[in-house]
């Protein structure tokens, strides 16, 4: 079974800030049937530690505000969405990302607004480290439909997953999907010759999921000796960008450049695929060719 076809169950990450527009894009983003989980991780916050004159929160005041304004947030999805099952939970911990997790330890999926500060956008990178199910930043853009779908190919086994989540995502809005891959520069200097074998690969390979996919119209483009930024800036028109997240241990300088860019030039959703997701699966559609469709991590 497919995510297209099962009821997914989401978590809805409200941070107390922007939540008319992160409703907005939920409001857009979900699939009919989905049962949703709003989740706000709250820390209590000892007043007398930053100023003198208010006392230590010992009533809990602090605490039911904030869940007064999750109950807000779900009751505003619930009725832009009454197809929804829309649910609330304040969570509580030190760190919000392993709370979130915790949350998220049986979802297919986590919504997030994009971070606006350093701290946040910490958060997201250590979140990302914990989670195994796709994580989708809504962009800072005013919420419009998915009109469009582009997926990012890195050339390893994560290539299944992104082709998964993309080919779903295409199949459920009705619209084309864009795959872009990075062309490793030939060691003959033959770039005629190895455009063209690298292109017969990525066609085969792609076949598997367009039979599995029939009804999606799918371009292939492959982009000479591109950084994984300039990559994804190929995507930057799409209504839905879908990527695996290099892995941190090997390469924060890739994941530093990835998470930039998503957060800094991204107006529109980009769902993030992270490292615990990326492990090929048996429903994966196979073609002749090799998944592997090339050496770099692009």
């Known amino acids: ?47 007398a530690a930053t100023d003198w004159q208010l006392p230590v929160d010992k009533t809990g005041l602090g605490r039911t505000v904030t869940r007064r304004q999750v109950s807000a947030v779900a009751d505003q999805l619930l009725r832009k969405r009454p197809d929804l099952t829309v649910t609330e939970e304040l969570a509580s911990g030190d760190s919000t990302d392993l709370a979130l997790a915790r949350a998220a330890v049986d979802a297919d999926l986590i919504l997030l607004g994009t971070p606006r500060w350093a701290r946040n956008r910490n958060m997201l990178g250590r979140l990302l480290a914990e989670v195994d199910c796709p994580v989708i930043l809504t962009g800072r853009g005013e919420p419009t439909g998915t009109d469009s779908v582009a997926a990012v190919l890195r050339g390893d086994p994560a290539d299944d997953a992104v082709l998964r989540a993309a080919f779903e995502q295409a199949q459920r809005e009705r619209c084309g999907l864009l795959v872009l891959k990075r062309l490793q520069p030939p060691l003959d200097g033959n770039l005629r010759y190895a455009e063209t074998a690298e292109q017969k690969t990525l066609d085969n390979y792609l076949t598997g999921w367009q039979e599995r996919y029939s009804h999606v119209g799918v371009a292939a483009e492959l982009r000479f000796g591109e950084s994984l930024p300039e990559l994804m800036g190929h995507g930057a028109h799409a209504g839905l960008l879908v990527l695996a997240m290099p892995a941190q241990r090997l390469g924060q300088d890739d994941f530093e450049a990835a998470l930039d860019e998503v957060i800094e030039h991204r107006t529109r959703p980009t769902m993030l695929i992270p490292e615990g997701e990326t492990a090929p699966m048996s429903t994966a559609p196979m073609s002749t060719a090799s998944t592997s469709i090339g050496a770099g991590d692009g």
């Open 1 to 47: 079974m497919t995510m297209v076809e099962q009821r997914r169950r989401v978590v809805l990450g409200s941070s107390g800030q922007r939540t008319a527009q992160l409703v907005d894009w939920a409001a857009r983003l979900l699939w009919p049937g989905d049962r949703v989980r709003v989740v706000h991780v709250y820390r209590p916050i000892p007043y």
